[in-house]
């Protein structure tokens, strides 16, 4: 299938053509308000309206809690589209027909082992339904309960027991090599030509998240080890980036906003076919950071339903820490003493399912329910263990507010004082990727200076002070450099060229809290020195420093006039600096 070529052109013209106003109504109600408009922020609870959107320059901003961006960062927000999900839902919108650009041979080498999968799994899915369905797959799928619609549905085969079915059937249409880098057959050792990677297994097919079947998960049936043989890292199967079950789910994940996180194919299949949304699976290996952002992309919530015995309960504890360290906000469901959500589901029903989900707890109140009952009667060196056992958890935790929290309970339940928890924590905290942030000392002078120049509101003595080497904090700085000509010029500012420019969602965000920032009054103008001035010293402090390091690299190379040069360049500027106390 052809992709779509998303340049900044196009980018651009889709965004101009997009009514920001609509997109955002149709989630929370909006107000006209001068020449913006208002209304209650979507992203956290508030009475107040704090959240602005312009129709004219395409931002919204919440001074509330600093959410903003573009039409394309809402939708992401909103409806977890990634970015070209969000281009692509908007061209649809607007009637803009996207341009697709020609496939690589590397797109083309991945569609032909896609093709090599999808016909492995209509031979397997034939070999299940050969002889009326009576071999170890279609016996072991009776005895598990698993009615036909299911293995329909959800597309079950059978490997038979034999080293060399899919090379008979499909060596002629794709060859040894495209077989094995598709991770269906394997190489002999020792000896020339290849074998079956998958033999007498029920063969579950692995779809990524647009849908492709990108491989299997054979499930042993005549008691072989593993359990559970997954296809090998390949051009289109990496297990660290997928998740069982997810092209089913993203759509239900959006839209409630939870995802349930399940062990294995079958709980996820029986939890998926009840008809409840969103579940996915690890497909039995140990969560990774990339499945958990992978969630991230669809929901900040997760529920986690792993095995109800104490490897499951041990499993579900690493999963958390994992999700935690995500972002994401972790809960988990005790199944009350059963095996796994299938066979809870296989006995009680949906209702009772559905009702243990509501009753969901925090994931720190799942682990005091593991590690702390009998904190009580534990002796000092036990005591100890315990709480360490909690340090990854309370570590991965990135927001401090909510890892404080949680460290005031752990040190209750232990019956310690807060320090002593906070003590084995402190420095290893870890934090979620985030874009460049605020960090000059004199970010928020600089801010409002720049918002100034954006209002028309800076004189032109003041304006012509203005210098991108005066801002430290390098949004602000990047977001000067593309207005700077529009100031000096007159000219209105062209917002959709700026945002073509920027680079990461920071700058966007302070972009739109500049631009929709309330009109500067009079009184505050007057005091634009008290800001201005600060920015001139710290640059020429900075300049000072530099010029001395300057001078002592030219004093050890012996190049005298460049001495020369240098000292009476920070004379000068010591001069300056001494007009702007």
């Not at 009776?142 to 036909?148: A, K, L």
């Not at 394997?186 to 033999?199: E, I, L, N, V």
């Not at 059963?338 to 296989?346: A, G, N, S, Y």
């Not at 420019?501 to 965000?509: I, K, N, Q, S, T």
């Amino acid at each position: 299938m052809a992709l779509v070529d998303l340049d900044d052109a196009i980018i651009s013209r889709v965004r101009e053509a997009a009514d920001i106003v609509d997109f955002i109504s149709q989630v929370t109600p909006l107000k006209v308000a001068g020449k913006s408009y208002k209304g209650l922020c979507p992203f956290h609870r508030e009475k107040s309206p704090s959240f602005s959107v312009d129709r004219a320059k395409g931002l919204f901003y919440c001074f509330g809690c600093g959410t903003g961006g573009d039409v394309f960062k809402f939708l992401a927000l909103t409806e977890r589209f990634t970015f070209p999900e969000a281009v692509e839902h908007v061209a649809a919108r607007v009637g803009i027909e996207l341009p697709r650009r020609q496939k690589t041979r590397r797109d083309n080498d991945k569609d032909d082992l896609l093709e090599a999968i999808d016909d492995a799994s209509e031979a397997f899915n034939q070999e299940l339904r050969r002889y009326e369905g009576n071999n170890p797959a279609a016996r072991y799928l009776h005895e598990r309960g698993v009615p036909p619609e299911v293995v329909q549905k959800y597309g079950f085969g059978y490997a038979p027991d034999a080293w060399d079915y899919i090379l008979r059937r499909l060596t002629q249409k794709h060859g040894e090599k495209k077989l094995e880098l598709a991770g269906l057959v394997t190489p002999r050792q020792g000896k020339s030509g290849f074998y079956d990677r998958f033999r007498n297994r029920l063969m579950i097919p692995i779809h990524s998240e647009t849908g492709a079947l990108v491989g299997f998960g054979g499930r042993s049936l005549d008691g072989s080890e593993p359990k559970y043989l997954n296809s090998p890292e390949s051009e289109v199967f990496n297990k660290s980036r997928l998740l069982y079950n997810l092209h089913r789910s993203k759509d239900a994940m959006r839209r409630v906003d939870r995802a349930i996180l399940v062990e294995g194919y079958f709980d996820a299949i029986a939890i998926d076919y009840a008809g409840v949304p969103g579940v996915v699976a690890s497909m039995g290996t140990s969560l990774t950071a990339g499945q958990a952002s992978l969630i991230r992309r669809f929901t900040r919530k997760v529920v986690i339903c792993y095995d109800g015995d104490n490897a499951g309960r041990a499993a579900t504890l690493r999963a958390a820490e994992v999700l935690l360290g995500g972002g994401l906000d972790v809960q988990v469901l005790d199944l009350h003493g059963e095996k796994d959500p299938d066979t809870l589901i296989q006995k009680h029903g949906l209702d009772r399912f559905t009702e243990l989900l509501s009753n969901a707890t925090d994931v720190f109140t799942f682990a005091l329910q593991e590690w702390a009952t009998d904190a009580a009667g534990l002796g000092g060196r036990l005591k100890s263990e315990r709480v360490e056992r909690f340090v990854p958890l309370l570590g991965a935790v990135p927001d401090p507010v909510m890892r404080n929290d949680a460290a005031q309970r752990v040190a209750d339940a232990f019956h310690l004082e807060f320090s002593t928890v906070w003590s084995r924590i402190r420095g290893k905290a870890s934090a979620v990727p985030q874009e460049r942030q605020l960090t000059a000392p004199n970010a928020t002078a600089e801010k409002f200076v720049l918002t100034a120049a954006m209002q028309g509101r800076l004189s032109a003595e003041r304006l012509g002070r203005l210098r991108e080497e005066l801002f430290e904090d390098a949004g602000c700085k990047t977001i000067f450099s593309f207005i700077k000509s529009d100031l000096l010029s007159g000219q209105p500012i062209d917002f959709e060229q700026i945002r073509t420019h920027l680079r990461g969602e920071e700058e966007l965000r302070l972009l739109s809290e500049l631009a929709l920032s309330d009109d500067i009054d009079d009184r505050s103008l007057d005091r634009i020195d008290e800001n201005l001035r600060p920015m001139e010293r710290s640059f020429v402090d900075r300049r000072k420093l530099q010029i001395q390091r300057d001078i002592v690299e030219a004093e050890k190379s012996g190049d005298l006039r460049r001495v020369d040069q240098l000292v009476a360049e920070k004379m000068e500027l010591s001069r300056i600096l001494s007009t702007l106390k």
